[in-house]
């Protein structure tokens, strides 16, 4: 390494390798520092314990087509006022165990392409919705923010 020592006491590195090494170095521990400050603050909230571990979904059922659906449609101008307040009236109806289930899979699968926001998130923007109150309610009495 080749250092040479400027009038005020400072050492300059001259090697260019040593150099990238540095920046390298600086851009992942920022990058690691916003990160750990991301999970500090609560950015991402974990898998939701299902309220009745479980016996509360029916056999067979899934939540992969409502999540979709309200990942294709929420935050969208273009998805008819009637059919989203429909999926929210589906949401009012899922047990508790279904409920979670549907929050976790929203979460686990979309919920980082969409800025860390989980879907009692997403559902507090949406404007237009008839019983998005009752529906941010009951997510909430589960724990699921």
């Known amino acids: 390494m080749n ?5 005020g006491g400072v050492t300059v590195v001259k090697n ?3 150099q990238w090494f540095l920046v390298v ?13 991301g999970q500090k603050s609560g950015g991402f909230q974990a898998a939701a314990k299902l309220p009745n571990n ?7 059922w899934t939540p992969t087509k409502l999540v979709d659906e309200l990942w294709d449609n929420l935050g969208t101008i273009f998805w008819s006022w009637t059919e989203r307040n429909s999926k929210i009236e589906t949401l009012l109806n899922l047990t508790p165990d ?9 979460n686990y699968r979309y919920g980082k392409k969409d800025g860390n926001t ?12 008839l019983r998005q109150s009752e529906i941010l309610a009951k997510l909430r009495s589960y724990g699921l923010y």
């Open 54 to 60: 479980g016996s509360g979904i029916p056999q067979g």
């Open 3 to 7: 250092l040479a020592s400027l009038a």
């Open 25 to 37: 170095f600086a851009i992942l521990l920022i990058g690691y520092l916003i990160y750990r400050q």
């Open 98 to 106: 279904q409920l979670a289930a549907v929050y976790n899979d929203y």
């Open 16 to 18: 260019r390798a040593f």
């Open 118 to 129: 989980s879907l009692t998130k997403k559902i507090s923007k949406e404007i237009f919705l």
